[in-house]
């Protein structure tokens, strides 16, 4: 053993060869970052978004359509104050005058225009993109939890912000290349009326660009995807150093890692350079297709002025059209990177937007009323999470009003899933679940979760103060309320020992506490909500003993006088309950109290008598033997 | 790897080099030490620069040209010679424009490219030094600042200070030249027209730096809202349980709203901002232009100028608009380039506390005993409260050193002293009579392995998880250590065995799963002391037994320390030290504590005999049982 373990550790070779096995960060980018350039589907998905904005999206269009017109304008005006007002030999100051009038209003024009125009559209398109937030966020309440429970939440996240982000984007620039369109056909039918032969002349340089572009396009947007997605793989080679640094440096990796980080940034400096190269391609080529337009207008179109068939201002109108003319279809080009985008993103919305809500509120369903009794009742329930694999099978039993019932039994049993069905987390597949003597299905699940009061086995605290945290659910309860129920379940003197006591702000999911504090804060947090109900899943491990006692005091008197269903690990809580319910494998083999169980001499009694502070420190081993046996008998 | 691309790497760490050189400037402001930092790439500024200054002249131009191309076709209407003299001086002109413009392309193409490569190289060069001081900054740093704004730092401050040159350098030598160049051309042309022509660019500055600096306000004051509603949806969906639980859907919501409205207010206040100006900026320069029109147009009529310099004036008007109305996002850029940099260069300027002594010698371990003695600690961010006093003990090879005690009692410090995760504040630790402070930090952790708490998994295969402190290890070593830690079946049942990727992206791993990975990676590193900081808690008691009865063997060579809450992880230690206050209050084997009747023992009753006593009955005649 000791000459297999052993080994000479030298990172990184004389010959400058990496270790085969060291990597810093992921070496792939997980999302498809483009999509078809248009989905049906999806824009009638986003359109219905739009639509409540209609109105402001048509005075958008309508205002970039002027604002564009005006910029057509403007080169005629200047072409006719030339032509008739001060061509030598026909001079006319009225002309001039007019030009100048006709300016004037020109550019009041654009300027209202251009405000109105960039105003809304820049409106509607914050408001779309908290409006698709908040429907998805809203979407999210109501899905049920089987599809929580197999999403990530970063994926979610990146849903509600990437995604969305990129059809704001789509939906600012859209408006905005209608007016692009507008301008390319407007600056091609200006300069054809103008002059048809020169304007046919001038214009052949555009095909040019349409053909380089095409070309370029491709293979620039690898470019640039390369680019951007070494980007995220370095960011994320940074990221993990910094999570992971206290392990890097326990395992002395720093040297092999600043080799690794060192290739993968340099990896990204390059496809920069050559993204950069790219794009910066295009300078020249639009500047000598402009150059060669303008050389044609200069000889063309001069030669013709100078044989009296060209008024000279035509000319120098062209001059200016020719000046604007490759911005459209340089930004036409870029949009159409962004439909690409925002169609991927559309279409990964679309999927969170439409996952079916499987539990809902019938039409008709009753408000549970906390005068109820507080009794729960399962009759011949069969739960599974895929349907034909069942993990509850046909499971019965009642517990009484103001009666505390501990659920036990082996992992995998059951209990959790037991649990979750008092709450209707999900639905049933046979049987029924009523509390309070009605069906959960019946109920509104507000008013269900107003009476059922649920601790989890992972104590999830909000950000915020303790005091917010503890009154979640009755935010009109009072700071005495707070103390009072902080004081009951023992919370109360660490909470004190906090630095603004009750005022004191809680760190990212309550990360400045301990896991045995956050428990007794979430044990006051239920015992606030005052709910009929408490069904409660004890935390099994990472708890010191000293904390496990106040916990367990804190139970005592948080079951007081309701009805309590819990899934119990240690014995002490076990033994204090009014009756044991013992699954195993989904089904319920034995229901008694300690005593009754214990001289029934099946699962509980040889689980009990493995002496293990814990049912989930048995080993495994020894649970089987005790199942078996409890088979043979 | 090929001669030339190890000769590449070299030169690229001498690169990073240049950002320690350059720094340490800390009484000149942060613009110029990016400055001096961009001035390293001397020949790609130099061409930027230079291309710059061509390419703008050669802008300038273009006006002119085409000023002449008019005044040209008119001349027959003056002069009356037509025919070939004019039309040659046309294809002239029209020639001169074609070259014009393509050089002015060339030479913009070298301006933006070199101007964003010195901005990609010393982005490389930040991320390499930023990179290198996180992976080498103390424990006590790591523990005092976030996460998150490390990584904010790492990758948005690096982006604000690479484009600096291109975005804030480069400009104001494009903008001086234009302008300048520029207002020298039209004033000498035509006193009244050229500042005519002139008069938007002042306003057009103003409003548009204006502009900017109040978008940057607000954008980080709308981040700052944005997160806040990132939080809200963040913690809504990773408790979502809670909120199902407690039926505050309707609550959430509430909060959702709220911080999703503050957001909205900011975002439309902004955008209000942006338009109000864009479209003033464009009005006033449209309202040169017309005012250029009407007088030009008078003085044509009064032939004072011809038509061609009419036009080129306003051809003139038009190149510099862009320009202009870019100078705010200048000014932006100065503006974030100095609160970035500020921010990066102090945390590349902060000293690590943690590090080799200047005398440092290699550790030599020869006998592998580890030694406390006298230790005293405060962590620094508390000074004036000792979390550990007077703690000394011994450890020789082959023994085991239980540590355990309430929470906060200093049970894990000890263990992070050991490897200098933080130093001592009083007292020495010492392996084999050296002076842990006085070894290099890389020998003292290739002999001390601590198995964490928190066990961070990477994102990459098992295999590479387990051989992460040794990466040239053989294959059959990965899976030794893995079947120490009783982990080797389970990954057997993987898809992808030990080529399975886990971590943030990859499959996740239950708790207990994580830490018996977490052992079996530090059992690959063979150290001399073998640190265990309460990392056993998620595994459960049996099979952190047969782990226990697994390493028995591998124990024999080094000295364990197993810190831990759960009796049962230490119980069988050669010595037990029972840790309160920062002090050891009780020490011995697990039999003299239990018979001295102190706190371990008072411990011990809670842990495994839990409950009132009333039912001791019961259990002796389930034992009997249990027995027969």
């Known amino acids: 053993m000791a000459e297999e373990l052993e080994t000479e550790r030298n990172d990184v070779r004389e010959d400058g060869r990496r270790p085969p096995r060291a990597v810093v960060g992921s070496t792939r980018v997980e999302e498809e970052m483009f999509g078809k350039v248009f989905d049906g589907k999806v824009v009638r998905r986003i359109w219905n978004f739009v639509s409540p904005y209609k109105s402001k999206v048509y005075l958008a269009v309508g205002a970039v359509l002027v604002f564009t017109g005006t910029q057509l304008v403007i080169p005629l005006i200047i072409r006719y104050a030339i032509d008739n007002g001060m061509t030598p030999g026909n001079v006319d100051h009225s002309a001039l005058m007019w030009a100048g009038i006709a300016f004037a209003i020109a550019i009041l024009i654009n300027f209202a225009a251009s405000f109105v125009q960039e105003n809304t559209v820049g409106q509607v398109a914050e408001n779309v993109l908290f409006d698709i937030r908040r429907s998805m966020f809203g979407h999210l309440q109501k899905v049920s939890l089987s599809f929580m429970d197999k999403t990530e939440v970063g994926r979610l996240m990146s849903r509600l912000q990437g995604d969305v982000n990129s059809m704001q984007e789509f939906l600012e620039t859209s408006v905005l290349s209608i007016g692009d369109i507008v301008l390319l056909f407007g600056i091609v039918f200006v300069m054809l009326w103008l002059d048809f032969r020169l304007g046919l002349l001038t214009l052949s340089v555009l095909p040019i660009l349409f053909i380089v572009r095409i070309f370029w396009l491709p293979r620039a947007r690898k470019a640039f995807m390369r680019a951007h997605e070494t980007n995220s793989l370095t960011n994320g080679a940074l990221a993990e150093g910094i999570h992971g640094v206290r392990a890097v440096q326990s395992m002395d990796r720093q040297q092999v890692n600043f080799q690794l980080f060192d290739d993968k940034a340099h990896q990204n400096l390059k496809t920069h350079l050559i993204a950069s190269r790219y794009a910066q391609v295009m300078v020249p080529i639009v500047d000598t297709l402009t150059g060669m337009a303008m050389a044609v207008v200069v000889v063309v179109g001069g030669s013709m002025v100078l044989n009296n068939s060209l008024d000279v201002g035509v000319m120098v109108a062209f001059l200016f059209y020719i000046q604007r003319f490759f911005d459209p279809i340089r930004s036409l080009t870029m949009q159409y990177s962004v439909m690409q985008r925002a169609m991927a993103s559309g279409q990964r919305l679309t999927e969170v937007l439409d996952v079916d809500l499987d539990i809902t509120d019938k039409p008709d369903a009753k408000v549970l009323s906390p005068q109820m009794d507080g009794s729960v009742e399962f009759q011949n329930v069969t739960f599974g999470y895929n349907p034909g694999q069942p993990v509850l099978k046909d499971v019965n039993f009642k517990v009484n009003p103001g009666e505390t019932v501990a659920l036990v039994g082996p992992t995998g049993s059951g209990k959790s899933s037991a649990m979750a069905l008092v709450h209707r987390f999900y639905d049933v597949q046979e049987g029924r679940v009523l509390v309070g003597g009605h069906d959960v299905r019946d109920l509104t699940q507000e008013s269900l979760g107003h009476q059922v009061a649920m601790v989890l086995q992972e104590p999830f605290l909000f950000t915020g103060t303790v005091f917010e945290n503890i009154r979640y659910q009755k935010r009109d309860a009072t700071l005495d309320d707070v103390i009072e129920a902080a004081k009951a379940v023992g919370a109360h003197d660490f909470i004190m020992d906090l630095a603004e006591g009750y005022d004191t702000e809680l760190g990212e999911r309550g990360g400045n506490l301990s896991l045995g504090q956050r428990q007794l804060i979430s044990f006051a947090r239920a015992l606030v909500a005052d709910a009929k109900i408490l069904v409660l899943d004890e935390a099994t491990a990472n708890i010191d003993s000293y904390t496990e006692m106040l916990i367990q005091k804190a139970l005592i008197r948080l079951l007081e006088g309701r009805t309590g269903l819990v899934i119990a690990h240690r014995l002490a809580t076990i033994r204090g309950a009014d009756r044991i319910i013992v699954l195993q494998n989904g089904q319920l083999i034995e229901t008694g109290n300690h005593d009754q169980l214990m001289a029934q001499g099946g699962l509980y009694s040889k689980l009990y008598n493995l002496n293990y502070a814990s049912f989930d420190d048995i080993p495994d081993d020894a649970l089987e033997a005790a199942a078996q046996g409890n088979y043979a008998t | ?628």
């Not at chain 2, 030479?107 to 010195?118: A, I, K, P, R």
């Not at chain 2, 660019?201 to 981040?223: C, G, K, N, Y």
């Not at chain 2, 808690?537 to 320390?561: G, L, N, Y």
């Open chain 2, 1 to 628: 790897m090929s001669s030339d691309a190890i000769s590449s790497a070299a030169k690229r760490n001498n690169s990073f080099a240049h950002v320690e050189a350059a720094g340490w400037g800390r009484g000149l402001s942060t613009l110029l030490r990016i400055t001096r930092m961009c001035l390293r790439h001397s020949f790609q500024v130099s061409v930027a620069i230079g291309a710059t200054i061509v390419a703008a002249v050669l802008q300038l131009t273009i006006p002119v040209l085409l000023g002449t191309a008019v005044d040209q076709t008119q001349v027959v209407l003056e002069g009356g010679n037509a025919g070939a003299a004019a039309e040659s001086a046309l294809w002239l002109t029209a020639m001169s424009l074609l070259f014009v413009s393509i050089f002015r392309g060339v030479f913009t193409l070298l301006q933006n490219y070199f101007g964003e490569s010195v901005g990609h190289h010393i982005g490389y060069e930040l991320r390499l030094a930023c990179y290198e001081k996180i992976q080498r900054q103390s424990f006590s740093f790591h523990d005092s600042i976030h996460s998150g704004d490390l990584i904010t730092t790492g990758m948005l401050d690096i982006e604000g200070v690479r484009m600096y040159f291109s975005t804030a350098l480069i400009r104001v030598v494009l903008l001086a030249i234009l302008i300048g160049v520029g207002a020298y051309l039209l004033i000498s042309t035509d006193v009244v027209l050229g500042l005519l022509a002139l008069s938007f660019v002042p306003f057009v500055a103003w409003r548009s730096s204006v502009t900017q600096l109040r978008l940057r306000a607000t954008w980080l004051e709308l981040q700052n809202r944005l997160s806040v509603l990132t939080r809200v949806m963040e913690e809504n969906l990773g408790g979502i349980r809670v909120v199902r639980a407690f039926a505050a859907q309707a609550y959430e919501m509430t909060k959702f709203d709220v911080a999703s409205k503050r957001a909205l207010t900011l975002a439309y206040e902004r955008v209000g901002i942006r338009v109000r100006n864009t479209s003033a900026m464009t009005f006033s320069f449209f309202a040169a232009m017309g005012l250029v029109l009407w007088v030009g147009g008078n003085k044509v009529i009064a032939e004072e100028i011809s038509v061609g310099t009419l036009a080129s004036f306003l051809t003139f008007m038009t190149i510099l608009q862009m320009p202009v109305r870019q100078l705010g996002m200048m000014v932006n850029s100065f503006a974030r380039a100095s609160t970035c940099g500020s921010r990066l260069f102090s945390l590349l300027d902060l000293d690590i506390q943690v590090k080799d002594a200047p005398d440092a010698q290699k550790l030599e371990v020869t006998e592998g005993t580890l030694r406390f003695d006298n230790v005293d600690f405060a962590y620094p961010n508390a000074p004036e409260r000792p979390a550990l006093k007077h703690i000394s003990f011994e450890g020789r090879k082959g023994e085991t050193i239980g540590i355990v005690g309430p929470p906060g009692s200093g049970k894990s410090t000890i263990a992070h002293l050991i490897p200098r995760f933080y130093d001592t504040t009083g007292g020495s630790i010492t392996i084999d009579g050296q002076d842990i402070s006085k070894a290099t930090l890389a020998s003292l952790r290739q002999a001390v392995a601590v198995v964490q708490q928190d066990s961070f998994l990477f994102t990459t295969t098992i295999e590479n998880n387990i051989a992460y402190g040794d990466p040239w290890a053989k294959e059959h070593r990965i899976e030794r250590a893995s079947e120490f830690a009783q982990l080797h079946n389970y990954v057997l049942g993987l898809p992808s065995q030990y080529g399975t990727v886990v971590g943030e992206r990859g499959v996740s791993l239950s708790g207990g799963q994580r830490q018996r990975l977490s052992i079996a990676r530090t059992l690959m590193l063979r150290p001399a002391v073998m640190v265990f900081d309460d990392s056993t808690a998620a595994i459960d008691a049996a099979t952190e037994q047969r782990i226990r009865s697994a390493m028995k063997r591998f124990a024999k060579d080094r000295v364990t320390i197993i810190v831990a809450h759960r009796l049962s992880s230490l119980m069988h230690a050669d010595q037990i030290l029972f840790v309160e206050d920062g002090e050891i209050v009780e020490r011995g084997t697990h039999e003299e504590l239990l018979a001295k009747g102190g706190r371990y023992k008072a411990l011990y009753d809670l842990q495994i005999r839990p409950g009132d006593d009333m039912l001791e009955d019961t259990t002796e005649q389930a034992n009997k049982e249990a027995e027969d």
